[in-house]
């Protein structure tokens, strides 16, 4: 679990990260995980096509044991994309996301490796998870 401040608007907020991983040897706890959880990041590798396949599981998870949450497609590994052509292509994410009947609020490409996209990802979820609960009031 990670947690970290996020200005948004007209104060800070605090999001809180919980990586399952993928790994099968939560599944026992999966609904404890998505419980409470205002969104969902579904994280694949663009140079990973396998990792991408598996979306679908963690989607049916997801609208399953958090029908609230906002959900967001992430392909990490961006920087891969400029040493040659992505495995995952623009196309797949968007034949993905029109599959998922519009669940999916946003789509982003991030690089872990050198930090690319990931502030403006995080800042744009931030934005629009404080936007859904203030039409909530």
């Not at 599959?99 to 490409?109: D, M, P, R, V, W």
């Not at 690319?116 to 931030?126: H, L, T, V, W």
Request: glycine share 6%; proline share 1%; charged share 20%.
């Amino acid at each position: 679990i990670v947690g970290f401040w996020i200005n948004v608007c007209f104060g800070f907020f605090q999001l809180q990260l919980w990586d399952t991983g993928g790994m099968e040897r939560v599944a026992s706890v999966t609904s404890s995980y998505y419980k409470f959880a205002e969104a969902a990041l579904l994280v694949f590798a663009l140079d990973n096509p396998a990792s991408f396949h598996s979306l679908s599981q963690h989607m049916l998870d997801v609208v399953t044991y958090a029908e609230n949450a906002k959900i967001f497609l992430v392909g990490n590994k961006v920087d891969m994309e400029q040493t040659g052509n992505p495995e995952v292509t623009e196309a797949d994410m968007e034949s993905f996301c029109e599959q998922c009947h519009s669940l999916i609020s946003a789509t982003y490409k991030t690089s872990c490796r050198t930090g690319e996209g990931i502030e403006e990802m995080f800042q744009d979820i931030a934005n629009t998870l404080v936007d859904s609960n203030r039409s909530r009031l």
